[in-house]
């Protein structure tokens, strides 16, 4: 019965689906990987250098800065993303920090971001018992970090991945 040459055929052909299918679930995990992973960055890109136009305007228009705290607030209070946002002026006085922050604080992460950048990302781990990825935006006059939680690709990632299993 399995010397017969159907059996071989089904195993082989079994085989190869099975194969082809691996191959394809891996080639969509990644490509939707790498997408989720480009578009949080550029959220996060678009919300710094946002942050640092909106402080610039209120400068250059003499704006409190109680109102240009405000603004930035109600931006992230709208954000479909959990953001965590924490300004600091050029003396290294606090400037803004996001309400959802508490006593936490960015700036402990800022130590590994280059100088000589204006903008850098990287990936915080145990921020909080879980990753977020954070932006380091560097003006003449402030610092802007910006932080969102990793959890908006891996939820999606996890999904994905159960649905292939």
Do not use: C
């Amino acid at each position: 019965m399995f010397r017969t040459i159907r059996f071989r055929l089904a195993i082989w052909y079994t085989i190869v689906i099975a194969l082809m299918f691996a191959f394809t679930s891996f080639a969509v995990y990644e490509y939707v990987r790498r997408a989720l992973s480009d578009m949080l960055d550029q959220s996060i890109k678009n919300e710094a250098w946002w942050i640092a136009a909106r402080l610039e305007k209120g400068q250059e228009r003499f704006e409190s800065n109680e109102l240009v705290k405000e603004d930035i607030f109600e931006r992230a209070a709208f954000s479909p993303i959990k953001v965590y946002i924490e300004i600091w002026d050029s003396s290294g006085e606090l400037f803004y920090r996001s309400p959802n922050l508490g006593s936490d604080t960015l700036a402990l992460f800022m130590q590994d971001s280059p100088v000589d950048k204006e903008l850098t990302l990287a990936t915080v781990t145990d921020f909080r018992d879980h990753d977020i990825r954070l932006a380091v935006q560097k003006t003449s006059g402030t610092i802007v970090l910006i932080g969102m939680p990793v959890e908006s690709i891996t939820t999606p990632l996890n999904e994905l991945l159960r649905i292939f299993l």
